[in-house]
Nanobody, 125 residues
Framework: VQLQASGGGLVQAGGSLRLSCAAS????????MGWYRQAPGKQRELVAD???????NYGDSVNGRFTISRDNAKNTVYLQMNSLEPVDTAVYYC????????????????????WGQGTLVTVSS
């Protein structure tokens, strides 16, 4: 199972970006998908996550500005970021947890805590 994130870049304050993260592999289902971010010199923090049933959870610093969604058929999670501020500058990492996937003929396994490679978001003032 691999996660591939895309959509980062440079944007002016007040602007918008949309991140995408696609999971690939012999996936049957994914329980939770989401995004963390890490700014220089700071700890990684939760941005938002979403269950396969559509329940969402947001970090306090982004609530109301960011919207997370997912397409279960495509094993893809999206993060729509609006009203971006310079403090949102960070490397954004997608993750997926509790993935049911095939490991052989008729055999399946749950895997936990998969991370994408990170995509840089830079917000200029």
């Amino acid at each position: 199972v691999q996660l591939q994130a895309s959509g980062g870049g440079l944007v002016q304050a007040g602007g918008s970006l949309r991140l995408s993260c696609a999971a690939s592999g012999r996936i049957i289902s994914i329980n939770v998908m989401g995004w963390y971010r890490q700014a220089p010199g700071k700890q990684r923090e939760l941005v938002a996550d979403i269950t396969n049933g559509g329940s969402t959870n947001y970090g306090d610093s982004v609530n109301g500005r960011f919207t997370i969604s997912r397409d279960n058929a495509k094993n893809t999670v999206y993060l729509q970021m609006n009203s971006l501020e310079p403090v949102d500058t960070a490397v954004y990492y997608c993750y997926a947890d509790r993935i049911l996937h095939q490991i052989g003929e008729g055999r399946t396994r749950y895997g936990y805590a998969y991370w994408g490679q990170g995509t840089l978001v830079t917000v200029s003032s």
